[in-house]
C-alpha cells in the first residue's frame, strides 16, 4: 500500500513539473534593418504546429523554450532564419539582409512574462482534411464525413441533428459542442454547407487562440470560394 502511495505522489510531482516547464514564457521582438516591427513572421522551436506570428509590433511570445533550443523564424515560403536562444530569456532580432539576423537578450521584453504569449502562441494540435478525402468517404455532409477521419473527434445523431465532440469531454451541466468557422466567419452549424463546396477542413483540438469560445476545440471549413479569395 506504502509502494502504491509513492508511487501515486512520484507520478504527480512529475505531472506538476512537466506542467510548470510548459508555462515558462519566452517573449521577443523581430524588426528590419531600419529597425521597424517586422509583421507576420512565423517564429517555432521543433514542431512546426506550436508557432506564433509577429504582431503589428513585431512581438512573438512562445512557451517552453529551453536554453539550448533554436527559433526558426520562418520570413516567406522560401526563407527560414534560424537563430539559437543560447540561454536568452527573452530575445531581440534584428533582420541585417542577406538570410541573416542578429539577436541579443532583452531583459525588458522577458520581464513581461505572459503578455506577448497569451495573445501569440498557437498550440492547438489540429488534423487537416482535404475535401477531396471527405468526399471519398461516400458521405454527404461533413460532420458524417470527419468522423473516423479524425481521431478524437466524435459524432452522433443523424445529418442536421448530431452532437460533436472533439476532445473527449463529456459534461451534463457544460456544452461541448466545437467552435465552427467558415472562411473566416464564426457559424452556429455546418448544416447549411455542401460537402462539394468543401477545399480543405482542419479540426483544432485546442481551439485556445479563438478565446473561450474555442474551449471545446475548433472546426475551420475552407469552401473553394473562399480559398480562390486567398490565392488573389
Do not use: C
Amino acid at each position: 500500500m506504502d509502494k502504491l502511495k509513492l508511487i501515486l505522489i512520484l507520478m504527480m510531482w512529475s505531472i506538476f513539473i512537466s506542467s510548470s516547464k510548459a508555462e515558462v514564457p519566452f517573449n521577443g521582438l523581430i524588426l528590419d534593418r531600419e529597425m521597424k516591427p517586422k509583421k507576420g513572421v512565423k517564429v517555432y522551436v521543433k514542431d512546426p504546429k506550436r508557432y506564433a506570428i509577429t504582431d503589428k509590433k513585431g512581438r512573438f511570445g512562445l512557451t517552453d523554450v529551453q536554453p539550448d533550443d533554436t527559433l526558426h523564424l520562418v520570413v516567406s515560403k522560401k526563407e527560414t532564419l534560424m537563430v539559437p536562444v543560447e540561454g536568452r530569456r527573452g530575445i531581440r532580432i534584428v533582420f541585417a539582409g542577406d538570410k541573416r539576423a542578429q539577436a541579443e537578450n532583452d531583459d525588458e521584453i522577458a520581464n513581461t512574462g505572459f503578455g506577448f504569449v497569451k495573445r501569440r502562441e498557437f498550440t492547438g494540435v489540429s488534423s487537416g482534411i482535404s475535401g477531396d478525402r471527405l468526399r471519398s468517404t461516400g458521405r454527404r455532409d461533413i460532420l458524417s464525413a470527419l468522423k473516423g477521419l479524425v481521431p478524437g473527434l466524435n459524432v452522433t445523431g443523424p445529418a442536421g441533428d448530431q452532437s460533436v465532440n472533439i476532445r473527449g469531454v463529456n459534461s451534463l451541466t457544460s456544452p461541448t459542442e466545437p467552435l465552427y468557422v467558415v472562411d473566416g466567419v464564426v457559424v452556429s452549424s455546418l448544416d447549411f454547407l455542401n460537402i462539394y463546396d468543401v477545399d480543405h477542413v482542419e479540426v483544432i483540438k485546442d481551439g485556445s487562440q479563438y478565446g473561450s469560445r474555442g474551449a471545446n476545440g475548433v472546426i475551420v471549413v475552407t469552401t473553394k470560394t473562399g480559398e480562390s479569395r486567398k490565392k488573389k
